[in-house]
T-cell receptor
Framework: DSGVTQTPKHLITATGQRVTLRCSPRSGDLSVYWYQQSLDQGLQFLIQYYNGEERAKGNILERFSAQQFPDLHSELNLSSLELGDSALYFC?????????????FGPGTRLLVL | AQSVAQPEDQVNVAEGNPLTVKCTYSVSGNPYLFWYVQYPNRGLQFLLKYITGDNLVKGSYGFEAEFNKSQTSFHLKKPSALVSDSALYFCAVRGSNSGNTPLVFGKGTRLSVIA
């Protein structure tokens, strides 16, 4: 158990809908990362937050947004969902973004868009 | 720009034999290198990392990796494979000059250990 929690574990929804994925980092970790894992694209970095502020942006679609709250948990919002958004979404946390710290991954949320 | 390559999509090895999962990288500055493992329906688990120091890094579950600067490689190794080692393995890298850019992950190598 990495200490990173993600809810829900599974999510089934329809095209055009909006969903929110939640992540709680390890105790004391200030940095949160979101990744998308699909069969054809591998593990894609989406976005990173550090202590409430956006730190780095990867291949995140405009339909997707995220935020990190004062208690350091983070939410990833996916809107106008398409079939191709079906994937595993992982959250990871680490103590500091500037050092080569290890990222600890949560168990993931499996999203299925029908 | 930083990048990492895992040239093999799949590696098959017999139980008890040594295994190697290959990784090569390209970064600006000194490399910070990581290996993660993903078991079915699970998140990625940290195995080991190289930041500085001894080129041979020992990690969890009997795995080790050798940093080779001249070949820009960080291959994962284990002297004797177990069936339970069957999983998806990811190499990741970040350069010391990469600023806020986070880790870049390879596409993964699926390891299958056959009894």
């Amino acid at each position: 158990d990495s200490g990173v929690t993600q809810t829900p574990k599974h999510l089934i929804t329809a095209t055009g809908q909006r969903v929110t994925l939640r992540c709680s980092p390890r105790s004391g970790d200030l940095s949160v990362y979101w990744y998308q894992q699909s069969l054809d694209q591998g593990l894609q970095f989406l976005i990173q937050y550090y202590n409430g502020e956006e730190r780095a942006k990867g291949n995140i679609l405009e339909r997707f947004s995220a935020q990190q709250f004062p208690d350091l948990h983070s939410e990833l919002n996916l809107s106008s969902l398409e079939l191709g958004d079906s994937a595993l979404y992982f959250c990871a946390s680490s103590p500091s973004p500037g050092d080569p710290e290890t990222q600890y991954f949560g168990p993931g949320t499996r999203l299925l868009v029908l | 720009a930083q990048s990492v390559a895992q040239p093999e999509d799949q590696v098959n090895v017999a139980e008890g034999n040594p295994l190697t999962v290959k990784c090569t990288y390209s970064v600006s500055g000194n490399p910070y290198l990581f290996w993660y493992v993903q078991y079915p329906n699970r998140g990625l688990q940290f195995l080991l990392k190289y930041i500085t120091g001894d080129n041979l890094v020992k990690g969890s579950y009997g795995f080790e990796a050798e940093f080779n600067k001249s070949q820009t490689s960080f291959h994962l190794k284990k002297p004797s494979a177990l069936v339970s080692d069957s999983a998806l393995y990811f190499c990741a890298v970040r350069g010391s000059n990469s600023g806020n850019t986070p880790l870049v992950f390879g596409k993964g190598t699926r390891l299958s250990v056959i009894a």
